[in-house]
């Protein structure tokens, strides 16, 4: 997939060499008002900030920066949320974006609305126990067109709490990609402390190849996981 333009520049706004990425940036925002940045955008902004946080003459840094601080807090009550459900967890592990945050130890780089936890079978009905205790209940995800509501509702719950935290709770063998959560829950984890308490986290490696292969779907799919467990 190619990028256009615009999405172009807000990459290497993100991730560029400094003196590079502020001319993005401002070449960006001289066409735009702060307020008027397109939502598809708006995920660029706390990792532009963190990029440009040294340089002199950004514009609209403050907004920038309370981008980033937002993102922060809300990370934040994210994972001290998360501390309560994984109490007494045997094995679990913690997917996607809070696991990056939580490997990188930028808590604000990336403001994340979900949390995907993977456990397996044997830490399934602790889980489940901790949900209902912490006050989340389930929902029913109608965009999983390939698992039937018991199937769903047994094995691979959403959940959502009074706050709007929502918890993308996955079993290995409840859904797709089966292998791949197979090999998470089975390779050692990489521990990050939050606030004093240890997370289970995939190593680095496993955390980018499920980020990868979490947005395809079919043949690619099973294609991938099987190069992937067998490399």
Excluded at 23 to 38: G, M, P, R, V, Y
Aim: charged share 20%; aromatic share 10%.
């Amino acid at each position: 997939m190619m990028l256009n333009r615009i999405e172009e520049q807000f990459l290497i706004a993100s991730i560029g060499e400094k003196t590079r990425a502020r001319e993005a940036w401002e070449l960006l925002i001289s066409s735009t008002e702060f307020a008027e940045i397109q939502n598809e955008y708006l995920r660029f902004l706390p990792r532009i900030y963190w990029n440009l946080r040294s340089m002199d003459n950004v514009s609209y840094f403050a907004q920038l920066r309370g981008v980033y601080r937002h993102s922060w807090s809300k990370n934040i009550v994210g994972l001290t949320q998360a501390q309560i459900l994984i109490d007494g967890l045997q094995n679990y592990r913690i997917l996607k974006g809070f696991g990056i945050t939580l490997t990188t130890g930028n808590l604000g780089i990336r403001s994340m609305g979900d949390l995907d936890l993977l456990v397996s079978k044997k830490s399934h009905s602790r889980l489940l126990q901790n949900l209902n205790e912490s006050g989340f209940t389930p929902i029913f995800n109608v965009g999983c067109i390939s698992c039937t509501k018991t199937r769903w509702m047994n094995d691979t719950q959403t959940w959502i709490n009074t706050d709007g935290l929502q918890i993308d709770l996955h079993v290995p063998g409840a859904k797709v990609p089966t292998k791949l959560f197979q090999h998470l829950i089975e390779t050692p984890s990489n521990t990050r402390y939050f606030r004093g308490r240890p997370f289970q986290v995939p190593q680095i490696e496993d955390l980018i190849a499920h980020s990868i292969i979490h947005g395809l779907n079919g043949s690619k799919m099973d294609f991938l996981q099987s190069c992937y467990r067998d490399w």
